[in-house]
């Protein structure tokens, strides 16, 4: 019996005769006979009720292993089901001379017939570089290509100045090895540091140490300290200020590519065009895919969602180690972040479903030719070669992921080809807070 719990949840119910449990049961014990051993007995020649007394636990957990392979699979083709689930499975034992009963819940993709897709009205951003773009470039570069130059002479920290200081901090009178750095670069004013420190070093010269006293906020991230009154000694070791340079044709130097500041600026023009562009289609792509899912509100299976989740904390916890947060703080930060991913992670799934849905009404596919072409591409970009970069993604069962990746672009350019899109400026900055 076939039970629809939700568009996304089969429940599968089985009977099995005692009859045919008996059998399952009877053959498990013989092959357990060949091998058990009971003190007073040769194998294969223990008596039945001898191996019960031993042995019923195993033969019994293996009789239902191998009943619910036997039926559970068949029942799944039979039916066409396809489960995107682990099996939840149900099940109070044998029990001689009766039936032997079992479900087993599965979820699987929804089944719906996708509409609405063809002929969406969608506004697409004009991509437009202004003043404004090419001035935060520029001070961006500056920023990149600034120096630090120590100020010489019987100098005073102001705001503004960079300080190289040592310090070490004690709470409650006690001194904590996570308070304390050598050689620490800290820019005065930029609030880096708790409210209170960086004031408290206004007026230092180099060479002199001076006690700062701060209290710890209440949420602070290191519960230990939270809230608590702390005092640091800080000594100066120098004092420097950040030198920006002028962007000039003495600065296009700094670059081999181009001659003349004109040239610098036209390619920055076209790098901030094409940031902008990308962005601008990654804007009426999701806005398309927020369209098809209020026309097609599918359940998403929580064991997609599920997974999805795990993906993306697996992908913080790249992020988190490559910006230096240790594993323990990384695992007590994390799962904060679950719940909010949960509403991001229904929305990736529902938009897989009905891409692969489209997908399949319209005989949009992914050839095996254009697999490997992408994948050279890809190889190429990672400077590999073809055949190692495959055997990686061979190893890792990556290609049919690969596959969905690209059919899923098929799919997108599809709807857009067929969209209604009008053009629109985007509201500057100040207009939106003039609204």
């Not at 195993?58 to 191998?66: C, L, N, V």
């Not at 001689?96 to 087993?104: G, I, L, V, Y």
């Not at 990686?392 to 990746?405: G, P, Q, V």
Request: charged share 35%; hydrophobic share 35%; glycine share 4%.
């Amino acid at each position: 019996m076939i039970e629809e719990i939700s568009p996304v949840k089969k429940k599968l119910s089985f009977e099995i005769p005692w009859e045919d449990t008996k059998k399952v049961l009877d053959d498990v014990y013989r092959k357990i006979s060949k091998t058990a051993k009971v003190r007073g007995f040769r194998s294969g020649k223990i008596p039945r009720p001898v191996l019960e007394k031993f042995y019923k636990d195993h033969a019994e957990e293996e009789a239902i292993t191998q009943l619910f392979n036997e039926h559970f699979w068949d029942a799944l083709k039979e039916h066409a089901i396809d489960p995107v689930s682990r099996p939840e499975i149900d099940q109070q034992g044998i029990e001689p001379e009766k039936a032997f009963a079992f479900s087993a819940t599965v979820e699987i993709e929804p089944v719906f017939d996708p509409e609405g897709y063809v002929g969406l009205e969608i506004d697409r951003e004009e991509v437009e570089v202004t003043d404004a773009d090419m001035e935060a470039k520029f001070k961006e570069l500056k920023e990149m290509y600034s120096t630090m130059e120590e100020i010489s002479g019987d100098s005073e920290v102001i705001s503004g100045n960079y300080v190289v200081i040592d310090f070490q901090g004690a709470v409650e009178g006690q001194v904590l090895k996570e308070l304390k750095a050598d050689d620490y670069l800290l820019e005065v004013g930029s609030n880096t540091f708790i409210t209170g420190f960086e004031d408290q070093l206004l007026g230092l010269k180099k060479g002199e140490t001076r006690e700062v006293t701060i209290k710890f906020p209440d949420d602070y991230h290191h519960k230990d300290v939270a809230g608590k009154d702390a005092v640091f000694t800080v000594t100066l070791k120098n004092i420097k200020e950040k030198q920006i340079p002028e962007i000039n044709e003495e600065f296009v130097k700094n670059f081999e590519q181009y001659n003349t500041l004109d040239e610098l600026r036209e390619d920055l023009r076209k790098d901030i065009g094409a940031q902008k562009q990308e962005q601008a289609d990654g804007n009426m792509s999701m806005a398309l895919m927020e369209k098809l899912i209020e026309k097609n509100p599918i359940m998403a299976p929580e064991a997609l969602v599920e997974r999805e989740i795990h993906s993306m904390m697996a992908d913080t916890r790249w992020r988190m180690s490559m910006q230096g947060i240790d594993a323990d703080k990384a695992a007590e930060i994390l799962p904060k972040y679950r719940d909010l991913y949960k509403t991001d992670a229904t929305r990736i799934v529902q938009t897989f479903l009905l891409m692969k849905k489209i997908g399949e009404k319209e005989n949009i596919s992914v050839s095996d030719e254009e697999l490997n072409e992408h994948i050279r591409e890809l190889a190429e970009k990672r400077g590999q070669s073809y055949e190692t970069f495959l055997a990686t993604l061979a190893k890792d069962d990556m290609m049919e992921n690969i596959r969905a990746e690209m059919a899923n672009k098929k799919v997108m350019s599809f709807i857009e080809e067929k969209a209604k899109i009008s053009m629109v400026k985007k509201e500057s900055s100040a207009t939106q807070e003039g609204n």
